[in-house]
């Protein structure tokens, strides 16, 4: 019991402090309220528990005999974090009137987890701290995505929640416009570290 504590301290204080999956859900939740952001919400809640599973149970291997696949992982991730600045700097909102931009569907947030750096620090920091070789490793990692699992939801929603309380806020399209460059440019920062 207390090893799931321990678990779920990590979990909560990795899920709920700043980072790309929630910048875009706060940003998701300004522009496209909570309905419109449930896809996303749980691609992010269900997909780095699915990727805690993998890197438990054998990508941390793959990638210890071979670097280089990090490394390529670790720059499309960049890349593509980028792409989401760009995106979320030049989406529009309803009071536009029209909404051309569209919140990240279930498929694309569970994919994301593969490519966010924060998410494989959080996941190959809990495999590394919370198992021990001494007894049968798939029991501890499947304990550890189930932790994640029962904390990652409620860490998604303040953030979600955080954004449609904003919206509330942003009076008009030049605040919301304002919002969403900060935002970018937080998603920019939340990599720079990441950059060799």
């Not at 960049?78 to 909404?99: D, F, H, R, V």
């Not at 904003?166 to 990441?194: C, D, G, P, W, Y």
Request: glycine fraction near 8%.
């Amino acid at each position: 019991m207390e090893l799931i504590f321990a678990i779920a301290l990590f979990a909560f204080s990795s899920g709920i402090t700043p980072g790309p999956n929630n910048i875009m859900l706060m940003t998701s939740g300004v522009n496209f309220g909570i309905q419109r952001s449930i896809p996303h919400l749980l691609g992010i809640t269900l997909g780095f528990p699915c990727m805690v599973l993998a890197i438990g149970l054998g990508l941390s291997g793959i990638f210890q005999l071979y670097p280089i696949l990090h490394v390529i992982i670790k720059y499309i991730g960049i890349a593509y974090l980028l792409y989401l600045a760009w995106l979320i700097a030049n989406s529009s909102s309803k009071m536009e009137g029209k909404s051309k931009a569209s919140p990240l569907s279930f498929i694309q947030a569970a994919a994301f987890q593969w490519v966010n750096p924060k998410g494989w620090i959080m996941a190959v920091g809990a495999v590394a701290t919370f198992t021990n070789l001494d007894s049968p490793l798939t029991p501890q990692v499947i304990t550890i995505a189930l932790v994640f699992l029962s904390v990652a939801f409620p860490c998604a929603m303040v953030w979600l929640g955080f954004g449609v309380a904003l919206k509330r806020l942003l009076k008009n399209e030049k605040q919301q416009r304002f919002f969403n460059i900060t935002m970018a440019l937080l998603l920019v920062a939340s990599i720079l570290t990441m950059v060799d």
